[in-house]
């Protein structure tokens, strides 16, 4: 009867060890799971037109909810609010933009690495009309100014997600007319936000960028212009080679500083 006991009271135990354990991995699952970012900084914004790449919306900079997936709305126009400096639970700090479509039905906190500044190009170009001639190269220009903002913006938009929003600044009302213009001064801030970095990531993506906007405007310039832009081009894929930091940075931002003085002259 003794040993019935015994073993009666031994099983009790172990059940309500097993039931004790139990509670608390699930107590402390359930507070794993609650811990949410924390916000350290909001900032005011301009109010921007933008496009989502894709990733998630929140509905609020503590990142706790998932509202919408942006990926479904690609081809809309939202406007950036404000944006929050987070916290993350790994550690890491990220910004985050609250968006909202233009009708207001769609609105959240998004990575700011998942969008980019939507640039508005005008449709119609501003022709003289003295003679046909002069007309089909005015439309012959039109085109490959226009081409070049387009390319432009997709370049821009592979480079480091901090540095993006520098660069598009210049892209602000561009149009055709003055396309050399704004973009040489987009080039100008490329070389000054590779020479400014933080990680070696983020200088590749940007070196990258100048690479292929020297490859857009490859041989568009006078034999001097393009000799000296070949040689400061090697110079950067040497460096490439080289995979040291900041030899790449160098010869990257002295390539966009030259490219920079040459597309402005092609205005």
């Known amino acids: 009867m003794k040993n019935k006991l015994f073993y009666s009271s031994l099983v009790g ?21 609650t811990r949410f970012a924390k916000v350290i900084s909001y900032k ?19 990142l706790n909810k998932k509202s919408h997936d942006a990926s479904h709305y690609l081809n809309k126009t939202f406007y950036a609010l404000e944006s929050a400096k987070v916290k ?17 039905k769609i609105k959240g906190w998004i990575w700011s690495g998942n969008v980019s500044k ?26 490959q100014q226009k081409s070049d903002i ?10 480091d997600s901090e540095d993006q929003d520098y660069v598009l600044s210049n892209f602000e009302g561009i149009t055709p007319k003055n396309a050399y213009s704004d973009i040489s001064d987009g080039i100008s801030e490329m070389s000054n936000d590779i020479t400014n970095y933080d990680t070696k990531n ?20 006078d034999s001097t212009a393009n000799n000296d832009l070949s040689a400061l081009s090697s110079r950067l ?4 080679s080289e995979n040291d930091t900041d030899s790449i940075s160098s010869a990257a931002s ?9 597309v402005l002259n092609l205005g």
């Open 150 to 159: 387009n390319n432009m913006l997709a370049i821009v938009r592979s480079m």
């Open 88 to 104: 993350k639970n790994n550690g890491k700090i990220a910004i985050y933009y609250y968006l909202k479509s233009s009708n207001g």
């Open 202 to 221: 983020e200088v590749i993506l940007d070196a990258q960028a100048i690479q292929k906007t020297y490859q857009l405007f490859n041989n568009r310039f």
């Open 44 to 62: 005011k914004l301009s109010n921007s037109p933008y496009n989502v790449n894709g990733g998630y919306i929140y509905t609020n900079a503590r």
């Open 118 to 143: 939507k640039v508005i190009i005008p449709s119609a170009p501003e022709f003289p009309t003295s003679s046909q001639n002069s007309n089909n190269q005015n439309v012959d220009n039109y085109a």
């Open 13 to 33: 135990l172990t059940l309500g060890t097993i039931g004790f354990s139990t509670l608390k991995f699930n107590t402390q699952q359930v507070l794993a799971k």
């Open 237 to 240: 894929n040497d460096a490439f």
């Open 254 to 262: 002295n390539l966009a500083d030259e490219l920079s003085t040459a």
